[in-house]
């Protein structure tokens, strides 16, 4: 039941764009994006609920499919504060709502001047 | 800063030894999280509170791991006859509509 993340690792130069997948082998009911640095705990970025959400802040947004399988994270002109591993963290529909999350493997992304 | 405070942050200890983790959540959030990561791993559910009342434990907590929620406030988590295996950061979280993570708690068994 984890979901897989792809790709594993991203490399990128300041500026230019990534785009980070989450995918299940069943319908969930949210998905929570997080970025991690090394050695601190995971900081939320956005949570989706809805099929066919599309949300996200500043240069980071994210979107959720209408079978709500699958989400991406889309990180665009990045920045070198970007860097970091970033984590879906999702919630099984039918877990009773519980809040519990299974994340993925995480995706590490590092962005170079 | 999440608001979700833990202690101590970091704990090194020796194979056989009890320890103790505590978490102070967010005051209005009712639902609290352990979560446990390793290296190059994603956290892992291993246990949630509503409350007072644990509702769910993760088949990874062995016996030899408990944890307590008195009065519905702060969590501890208690590791008792810890293994190597143990090491791990672990992780507590609350619940608004996002989960919010506190800092963690690094533990190192030697």
């Known amino acids: 039941q984890q979901p897989v993340q792809s790709p594993q690792a991203v490399i990128l130069r300041e500026g230019e764009d990534a785009v980070i997948n989450c995918s299940s082998s069943?319908?969930?009911?949210?998905v929570h994006w997080y970025r991690q640095k090394h050695g601190e705990a995971p900081v939320f970025l956005m949570i989706?609920?809805?099929?066919?959400e599309q949300k996200g802040h500043e240069k980071i947004s994210a979107s959720f499919n209408e079978k709500k399988q699958q989400s991406s994270l889309y990180l665009t002109a990045s920045q070198l504060s970007y860097s970091g591993t970033y984590f879906c963290g999702t919630e099984m529909t039918g877990s009773g709502n519980t809040g519990k999350l299974i994340f993925g493997q995480g995706t590490t992304l590092q962005v170079k001047p | 800063d999440t608001g979700v405070s833990q202690d101590p942050r970091h704990k090194i200890t020796k194979r056989g030894q009890n320890v103790t983790f505590r978490c102070d959540p967010i005051?209005?959030?009712?639902?609290l999280y352990w979560y446990r990561q390793t290296l190059g791993q994603g956290p892992e559910f291993l246990t949630y509170f509503q409350n007072e009342a644990q509702l769910e434990k993760s088949r990874l907590l062995s016996d030899r791991f408990s944890a307590e929620r008195p009065k519905g406030s702060f969590s501890t988590l208690e590791i008792q006859r810890t293994e190597q295996g143990d090491s791990a950061m672990y992780l507590c979280a609350t619940l608004g509509v996002e989960q919010f993570f506190g800092p963690g708690t690094r533990l190192t068994v030697l």
């Open positions: 005051s209005e959030h009712n639902r």
């Open positions: 989706l609920l809805k099929g066919g």
């Open positions: 069943k319908a969930l009911y949210s």
